[in-house]
C-alpha cells in the first residue's frame, strides 16, 4: 500500500515547496519509489515536461528531488492567470479552456473523479506519495469545493503536517488560527506542525511552543531554520516582495520590465546568477536611465501589458533607449510586443493591435498551444554584442499561442532542432 502524506500551510510562500521536495529527497534515499503530487496549481512561471506538457515548476523540481523524470500526473490541474478575473485552464498538461473565478469555482466538482483518477494512478507505481496544498485550508469561503487542501487530503486519506512561517511574523497566531477554522474531521488530520525560516537561537521558541502545544493539541514536530535557497519562483509573489531587488551596481545593468502579467520570469535567474550581473524588475521609465540591455518577458496577457507599456511611459522609454544603441530582447510575449502587427482574437480579444514596430514581424494568435522541449545552435552571425555566442548549442523549451512570421529585414537568431 502507498504511504501518502501532504504538507499544508497557513498562507502561500511559507516554504510548502521545498519541505516537499526535501521530503521526496529523503524518502528516495532511503530506497522508496517516490512522487510528488499537487492536484491544482496556481502559477505563472510553468515548466515543460520531457513528453511536451506543461506543469508547475515546484513539482519538477520536488520530482528532480524524488529522482524520476517529471510526470504531468503530479500537478492534473495548472491555472494561469491572464488578467485579475479570468485564468487559462491546463489539464492533464494541454490547454482546456480560460475561465473567471466564478465559473471556475462551480467546475470543481467535476474534477474530483479526475484527479483522483490521475491521483490512484500514480499511487499505483510508487511507495510514498508526498502532497502538497495550495495557499491556506482555512479559506473557509472555498471549504465546499476544495480540491487542493483538505479536500485532497479527504480524497487520499492522507495526514496532514501544517507548515507555518515564522519570517513573516504572528506565527503562533497563524498556527492558532488556521486550526481553530477548520472543521473536527479536518482538524482531527493534522497530525504536526512545522514552524518554517526560523533565524537565531530556537531556545527562544521553547515556551510558544509549549504554549501552542497545549491550545491545540497539536503537536509542533520541528524547527526548520532559514536557508538561503536559490529556487525557481512559481508567481509573482517573489517579484512583489523584493526578491530580486538589488541595489549594488555591477559591471553590466540589465533592466527586466515588470509588466503587469509577467510570465516565466525564472527564465532570468541564470543571468542574475553571473557575479557581474545585476538584473532589475522595473516599472517605472526613468529606471531605465543608464541601462545596458532592456529585456521585454513572457506575458499571460500580450495586448492588455503591451497597452500599459503605452499608457505608463515604458514603451516610449524602450523606443527612445533603443534609438540610443541600447539593446532590447523580447522573450514569448514581450518578443510578439516588438513586431509591427499581433492579431489577436483569442487571448484579449483585442483583434489587430499595433506593437512596438522594433521588429518588422507579424504575430497571429491561434487556439491550440505550442509546449515542448528543444535544442538549438545560435545562427554564425550575429549583432556585435551577441557576436561571442554565435554558433553555440543551447536547449529550453517553447510555450506559446500563435506563430510569429518574419517579414523583410529579420533573420532567426537560432536555428531550432525540436525533439
Same mark, same amino acid.
Given at each position: $500500500?502507498?504511504?501518502? &502524506?501532504?504538507?499544508?500551510? /497557513? ?23 517516490? !512522487? ?45 492567470? /491572464? ?22 469555482? *462551480? ?5 474530483? *473523479? +479526475? ?8 499511487? @499505483? ?23 487542493? #487542501? ?24 497563524? &498556527? ?17 506542525? &512545522?514552524? #518554517? ?66 510570465? #516565466? ?18 516599472? +517605472? ?7 545596458? $540591455? ?16 503605452? *499608457?505608463?511611459?515604458? !514603451? ?18 514581450? %518578443? ?29 494568435? =491561434? ?9 538549438? /545552435? ?8 551577441? =557576436? @561571442? ?7 529550453? %523549451?517553447?510555450?506559446? $499561442?500563435?506563430? /510569429? ?15
Amino acid at each position: $500500500m502507498t504511504l501518502a &502524506i501532504m504538507l499544508q500551510g /497557513t498562507a502561500s510562500d511559507v516554504g510548502k515547496s521545498v519541505l516537499v521536495a526535501g521530503l521526496c529527497r529523503i524518502f528516495y534515499q532511503d530506497g522508496q519509489r517516490t !512522487a510528488p503530487f499537487k492536484s491544482q496549481n496556481m502559477a505563472l512561471n510553468s515548466g515543460i515536461t520531457p513528453d511536451g506538457k506543461e506543469m508547475g515548476r515546484a513539482q519538477i523540481f520536488q520530482a528532480e528531488a524524488a529522482g524520476i523524470t517529471p510526470d504531468v500526473r503530479m500537478n492534473p490541474v495548472l491555472l494561469k492567470p /491572464t488578467s485579475d478575473r479570468k485564468a487559462q485552464v491546463v489539464l492533464m498538461g494541454k490547454v482546456a479552456t480560460d475561465m473567471d473565478a466564478v465559473s471556475y469555482h *462551480e467546475y470543481k466538482p467535476r474534477l474530483r *473523479e +479526475q484527479i483522483l483518477a490521475v491521483y490512484h494512478s500514480l499511487a @499505483a507505481e510508487h511507495d510514498v506519495l508526498v502532497l502538497e496544498g495550495a495557499g491556506s485550508p482555512a479559506e473557509i469561503n472555498l471549504r465546499d469545493r476544495d480540491i487542493v #487542501n483538505m479536500g485532497m487530503a479527504e480524497m487520499a486519506q492522507c495526514p496532514v503536517i501544517l507548515v507555518a512561517d515564522i519570517d513573516r511574523g504572528g506565527v503562533f497566531a497563524s &498556527i492558532y488560527g488556521t486550526l481553530a477554522l477548520l472543521h473536527d474531521r479536518e482538524r482531527a488530520r493534522v497530525k504536526g506542525v &512545522i514552524i #518554517n525560516k526560523f533565524r537565531g537561537d530556537v531556545a527562544l521558541l521553547y515556551s510558544g511552543i509549549e504554549q501552542i502545544e497545549a491550545l491545540t493539541g497539536v503537536p509542533v514536530l520541528g524547527v526548520m531554520p532559514w536557508l538561503e535557497v536559490d529556487l525557481e519562483d512559481e508567481d509573482g509573489v517573489a517579484l512583489q516582495k523584493g526578491k530580486y531587488l538589488r541595489t549594488d551596481r555591477r559591471d553590466i545593468e540589465i533592466a527586466v520590465i515588470q509588466v503587469p502579467h509577467i510570465s #516565466n520570469f525564472t527564465d532570468f535567474n541564470a543571468l542574475a546568477a553571473q557575479p557581474d550581473v545585476r538584473v532589475r524588475y522595473v516599472r +517605472q521609465p526613468q529606471e531605465l536611465a543608464g541601462v545596458d $540591455m532592456i529585456i521585454l518577458p513572457g506575458s499571460k496577457n500580450t495586448l492588455g501589458d503591451l497597452g500599459w507599456l503605452r *499608457e505608463s511611459g515604458m !514603451a516610449h522609454a524602450v523606443l527612445q533607449a533603443r534609438r540610443q544603441g541600447v539593446p532590447v530582447l523580447g522573450i514569448c510575449g514581450g %518578443y510578439q510586443m516588438l513586431g509591427e502587427t499581433i492579431i489577436d482574437e483569442v487571448e484579449s480579444g483585442l483583434g489587430t493591435q499595433p506593437g512596438l514596430g522594433l521588429l518588422n514581424t507579424v504575430t497571429h494568435f =491561434a487556439h491550440s498551444k505550442t509546449t515542448t522541449q528543444v535544442a538549438a /545552435t545560435l545562427a554564425p552571425a550575429l549583432p556585435a554584442w551577441l =557576436a @561571442a555566442t554565435a554558433g553555440l548549442a543551447v536547449s529550453g %523549451y517553447e510555450i506559446h $499561442m500563435g506563430e /510569429t512570421e518574419l517579414r523583410d529585414g529579420c533573420r532567426s537568431l537560432m536555428q531550432l532542432h525540436k525533439g
